[in-house]
């Protein structure tokens, strides 16, 4: 099974907000925080490039306004083009000026996240994680505990990002075994979150610029694919030039 993403910065987003629908704009509009706004613009923008390019879709405003992204009853995010649902599987995270987008074939439950790598205190570990994920992070050498217990914390989310229920389940529920990094494979390293009542998720995480990325599906993928983007139109750009 083929899954795409694209990752994008806050520096990507045009200050325009032509991109937008109609709703999404009066969304927008409603919000008082300036942080809070800067994150949603780039959350959306970075999931309607991702749709855009998988959809073959052509990068301009006139047809990303009619992308949407909408929360489902679960929060899990659906993408609908011109208010119609379209038969993609999507997932979303964002986080330090970065949001990252997973795009595959509807049907499939999807999840991915993008974490800073950072220490994490051990009340956090006892906290979050297993007594074999702690036990796991305690073996490994001191210089790579940062980015382990990132890991291991960035494929929960994706699980249960999948699972549609976020934060809402015990994290120490879903159960993580990441492949060494020496078995990469086009930047990305093969891991398995176990659910409890054995349900299997296979997935993938790359470690990048201080950057940790996951993807989790209930089906097998194949190492994630980079979505190219093509040039994005403005407003007063033509689509002939």
Not at 147 to 171: F, I, P, V, Y
Not at 203 to 209: E, T
Request: aromatic share 8%; glycine share 6%.
């Amino acid at each position: 099974m083929e899954v795409h993403w694209l990752e994008q910065s806050e520096a990507d987003v045009p200050a325009e907000n032509a991109w937008l629908s109609p709703d999404e704009t009066a969304r927008l509009n409603g919000m008082r925080i300036a942080k809070r706004r800067t994150d949603w613009r780039l959350g959306r923008w970075t999931a309607k490039r991702a749709l855009a390019s998988y959809l073959n879709l052509p990068a301009h405003p006139g047809v990303l306004n009619r992308i949407e992204v909408r929360a489902a009853p679960s929060g899990a995010p659906e993408a609908f083009l011109a208010d119609k649902p379209s038969a993609v599987t999507i997932s979303l995270s964002h986080g330090a000026g970065r949001a990252f987008c997973a795009v595959a074939p509807a049907g499939l439950e999807l999840g991915c996240d993008l974490e800073v790598i950072e220490p994490r205190s051990e009340a956090f570990l006892s906290d979050y994680f297993t007594a074999e994920e702690q036990a796991l992070v305690a073996r490994a050498p001191a210089t790579d505990r940062a980015r382990l217990s990132t890991l291991l914390w960035s494929a929960k989310e994706s699980a249960l990002k999948a699972l549609h229920t976020g934060l809402r389940l015990d994290t120490r529920s879903v159960i993580v075994s990441p492949d060494d990094a020496t078995f990469a494979l086009n930047g990305w390293s093969r891991l398995q979150v176990c659910y409890n009542g054995g349900r299997i998720f296979h997935g993938w995480w790359q470690h990048i610029d201080n950057f940790m990325r996951t993807v989790v599906a209930n089906s097998p993928l194949d190492s994630p694919i980079p979505l190219t983007i093509p040039v994005y139109f403005s407003d007063r750009a033509s689509l002939c030039t």
